[in-house]
C-alpha cells in the first residue's frame, strides 16, 4: 500500500533534514507532500522504497537549507507516477543523461561533502528496469530539478483488501 510507505519515506525525509538542519543555525527544509492516492504497488517493497527514498534523500541533501522539497504521487494515464521536486541548484543539461551511470558525479567536491556514494542513481534505475517503469529527470540550472518514477498500469493495484 502507497500511503503507510510514504508515511515512513517522509518521516525519514523530515529526520534527515531536522539532522542537516541541527550541524548549523538555518531551518529545516520546507518538506511538502500531497495528498498519496489509495493504491498500491506491485513489486518488490524493499526495491521500490529504496528507489523512492533515493530521490527524497538526495532532494534533501542536495536542497539549501530552508529551501522546499515537494513529494507527489500522480496516477496517469500512463500509470502511477512519482514525483520529487525541490528549489536546489539545479543540474546543467550536459550532465543530465549520465547521472544514473554508477559513480557519475556533477560535482566530486560536493559529493562528498553529502556523503554519497554515486550509485544512487543507478540503483533507483535498475530498479525501475526491473519494475518496466522509468527513471525521468528534469532541471535547469540555478532553478532546481524534478526527479520522476514512472511506473506502467500493470505496477498499480486499486484493491487494497
Known amino acids: ?12 525525509a523530515q ?12 531551518p529545516v527544509h520546507q518538506l511538502v507532500m500531497d495528498p498519496v492516492p489509495d493504491v498500491a504497488l506491485l513489486g518488490s517493497r524493499s526495491e521500490l522504497v529504496s528507489a523512492v527514498s533515493n530521490l527524497v534523500n538526495n532532494a534533501i541533501r542536495y536542497t539549501p537549507l530552508g529551501g522546499r522539497v515537494h513529494l507527489q504521487w500522480l496516477l496517469t494515464a500512463e500509470g502511477a507516477v512519482f514525483a520529487v521536486k525541490d528549489s536546489g541548484p539545479g543540474i546543467a543539461a550536459e550532465h543530465l543523461p549520465r547521472l544514473s551511470e554508477r559513480f557519475y558525479r556533477v560535482d566530486r ?19 525501475m528496469q526491473r519494475h518496466g517503469g522509468e527513471l525521468r529527470i528534469e532541471s535547469v540550472l540555478g532553478q532546481g530539478s524534478t526527479f520522476k518514477l514512472c511506473l506502467p498500469h500493470s505496477r498499480v493495484s486499486s484493491s487494497l483488501g
Open 1 to 12: 500500500p502507497l500511503g503507510p510507505l510514504m508515511a515512513d519515506i517522509y518521516a525519514d
Open 109 to 127: 567536491s560536493r559529493s562528498r561533502e553529502t556523503g554519497g556514494t554515486g550509485l544512487g542513481l543507478a540503483i533507483t534505475k535498475h530498479v
Open 15 to 26: 529526520a534527515l533534514s531536522e539532522v542537516l538542519a541541527s550541524k548549523g543555525d538555518k
